[in-house]
């Protein structure tokens, strides 16, 4: 979190020079611009790490949801499934040296939500992580992470994967995998863990 507070002036500074410019209409947000910081990226890793161990401290209790081609299911689910669900986020390609070498960085403030987002993208067009976004939301107390977001592609065998993966910090976290044979249609498989009882009811 290091990283965070160093950037607590610059961000509190963008934050408010966003929201002394006119209002634009719904959905627009600033172009996106290289970040001046050369600090080092996000810890990406680092923040899921961070979630994992509190929900595995806390938590009273773990609701998975899976629809697999329009077939739903739910049930309650123990901390070693919790953490075997949740690798699917810790991949090497988000080692901090990777991350580094093979993403590029930029970052925008969205008017519409007042969240600072960081956007990683890969230098190069066969990278398996093909995007990361990460949602902050600045405060003058402690900006807090709000929400990240990763897209990945790989192949295993025959089949190619499409992956998208969104973790809201607190409260749960879902993957959207496409699997595409080679010979044979596609199958989605949607699955979404929940730890905040807030949340238990929705679908």
């Not at 002036?9 to 408010?16: H, I, M």
């Not at 739903?72 to 499934?81: A, F, L, M, N, T």
């Not at 499409?162 to 080679?182: A, D, M, R, S, V």
Request: glycine share 4%.
């Amino acid at each position: 979190m290091n990283r965070i507070k160093l950037l607590l002036p610059a961000l509190l500074l963008l934050a408010v020079a966003c929201k002394h410019k006119p209002k634009e209409p719904a959905g627009d947000t600033t172009e996106p611009k290289d970040s001046a910081v050369n600090s080092g990226y996000l810890p990406v890793a680092d923040f899921i790490k961070n979630d994992i161990i509190r929900v595995d401290s806390f938590a009273g209790g773990i609701l998975k949801r899976a629809n697999r081609n329009g077939k739903k299911d739910s049930v309650y689910i123990q901390i070693p499934e919790f953490k075997k669900l949740a690798s699917q986020f810790l991949i090497p390609e988000l080692d901090s040296a990777s991350f580094s070498q093979h993403m590029s960085e930029s970052s925008l403030m969205d008017n519409t939500t007042e969240m600072l987002n960081f956007i990683y993208l890969p230098k190069q067009a066969d990278w398996p992580l093909r995007k990361v976004m990460i949602y902050l939301t600045p405060s003058l107390a402690d900006d807090k992470v709000d929400r990240i977001y990763i897209e990945k592609e790989f192949t295993r065998g025959d089949t190619s994967f499409h992956q998208k993966l969104n973790w809201k910090i607190q409260e749960y976290f879902y993957t959207i995998t496409i699997q595409q044979p080679n010979n044979g249609p596609a199958v989605t498989t949607m699955e979404k863990v929940i730890w905040d009882p807030q949340h238990f009811a929705e679908e």
